[in-house]
């Protein structure tokens, strides 16, 4: 099992920045990589970005450009540097660890998730 604990959401301006923390404890050893998702009220949840095992990052059309998903090996985190946030971008980010043989972006039934972190961008 995974734990995920999400932090540094907030409120924003457009053309603003904010940086997302996730910090992963349990079995992250059995992790094919991990991802951000967000859902906005009454819209179905959305990938991010992912950044698999070795480092390599995937991206939505939307969010791309604007967007960088990092990670620290060591301290088990990955981060999402948000700039030029627009307010479409407001929703709850949630993170998510996806385990090994489900792809990138994983699946509802065996994706780890995080408690979600509101984003607000006005």
């Known amino acids: 099992h995974v734990q995920l604990v999400e932090s540094g959401g907030g409120s924003v301006q457009a053309g603003g920045s904010l940086r997302l923390s996730c910090a992963a404890s349990?079995?992250?050893?059995?992790?094919?990589?991990m991802a951000w998702f967000r859902q906005a009220p009454g819209n179905e949840r959305e990938a991010v970005a992912a950044?698999?095992?070795?480092?390599?990052?995937s991206y939505s059309a939307t969010v791309k450009g604007r967007f960088t998903i990092s990670k620290d090996k060591d301290k088990n985190t990955i981060y999402l540097q948000m700039n030029n946030l627009e307010p479409e971008d407001t929703a709850m980010y949630f993170c998510a660890a996806v385990p090994r043989g489900k792809g990138t972006w994983g699946d509802d039934e065996t994706t780890y998730w995080g408690q979600g972190t509101q984003v607000t961008v006005s």
């Open positions: 349990g079995d992250t050893g059995n992790l094919n990589s």
């Open positions: 950044i698999d095992s070795d480092g390599f990052p």
